[in-house]
């Protein structure tokens, strides 16, 4: 009798350990310790891989340094573009006798000169200069394309560049123009130098009704209005040259009286 109890009670113990192995462990809360965590840092160079690689354009065939600062990023496309004037405040577009292009943008704030050129000797190395003074030097590739970042720099508005025999003069990057004019019309232009791109903008003008934008008197496009009385104007390379101190003006075809006018600076 005793040992039919025994195995009744050993039978029951292994049932309540079953039982336990079967139930779903209970959520325990616990503090994590907060350890620092350290990321790879990236150099300048690192960073200025990375962003060169993200434009389609920029392709990055060799690199080299000299005491000037210049980072040298030699070209293997046939069509090299400079495409990263952004947070440039200065800007300069560049040619020379026998068609090359070439383009500057500086950063007032960093110091920073941007250059690129496109057309010129090819497999060559070309000088940058500022008013006279010799910034630094990069190479061409085999179709004359190249661009280059040169550190400390000084540049000013109407300062002249030369890279090799390309010679351009710096303006101011962007130039704004609030429009003012009839009473209730409103608008804004906005020209980059850097890419040669003109915006016109204007409200509260008469509905449906098509005008001129000139720049120094000259018509460089239209605006034709929505039945609100707004439009706008994209242009990209107005055929004028526009720099501070230029006239923008929107009127209509008849020959009437500027409804809206401005000076860019």
């Known amino acids: 009798m005793l040992g039919f109890f025994s195995l009744i009670s050993r039978g029951k113990a292994k049932s309540g350990k079953l039982a336990r192995l079967h139930q779903r462990p209970r959520a325990r809360l616990g503090v994590e310790e907060l350890t620092p965590r350290v990321l790879p840092s990236a150099g300048w160079f690192d960073l200025a891989s990375g962003h060169l690689l993200g434009?389609?354009?920029h392709t990055l065939a060799s690199t080299s340094s000299n005491a000037n600062g210049t980072i040298d990023y030699s070209?293997?496309?046939s069509a090299a573009r400079h495409d990263c004037g952004s947070g440039a405040t200065l800007a300069g577009n560049l040619t020379n006798s026998s068609g090359a292009t070439g383009s500057a943008s500086f950063n007032?704030?960093?110091g920073a000169l941007k250059v690129q050129v496109t057309g010129a000797a090819a497999n060559s190395s070309l000088a940058v200069?500022?008013?006279g003074a010799t910034m630094g030097t990069f190479n061409t590739n085999a179709s004359g394309n190249g661009?280059?970042?040169l550190a400390n720099v000084s540049v000013q508005a109407g300062s002249t560049i030369m890279i090799g025999d390309l010679q351009g003069t710096f303006t101011q990057a962007n130039l704004m123009a609030s429009l003012t004019g009839s009473t209730g019309v409103?608008?804004?232009?906005?020209?980059?130098?850097l890419k040669d791109k003109l915006r016109v903008?204007?409200?509260g003008a008469a509905a449906s009704t098509t005008y001129n934008v000139t720049v120094n008197n000259v018509v460089v496009g239209q605006i034709t209005t929505n039945g609100s009385g707004a439009g706008r104007l994209k242009l990209k390379q107005p055929g004028v040259t526009i720099q501070s101190g230029s006239t923008v003006a929107v009127s209509d075809t008849l020959g009437d009286p500027a409804i809206l006018q401005a000076t860019f600076a």
Not at 186 to 193: K, L, M, Q, V
């Open 186 to 193: 409103t608008g804004s232009a906005s020209f980059n130098t």
């Open 147 to 149: 661009q280059a970042k």
């Open 75 to 77: 070209q293997t496309n």
């Open 108 to 110: 007032a704030t960093t």
């Open 201 to 203: 903008s204007i409200t």
């Open 129 to 131: 200069m500022v008013d």
């Open 55 to 57: 434009h389609g354009n």
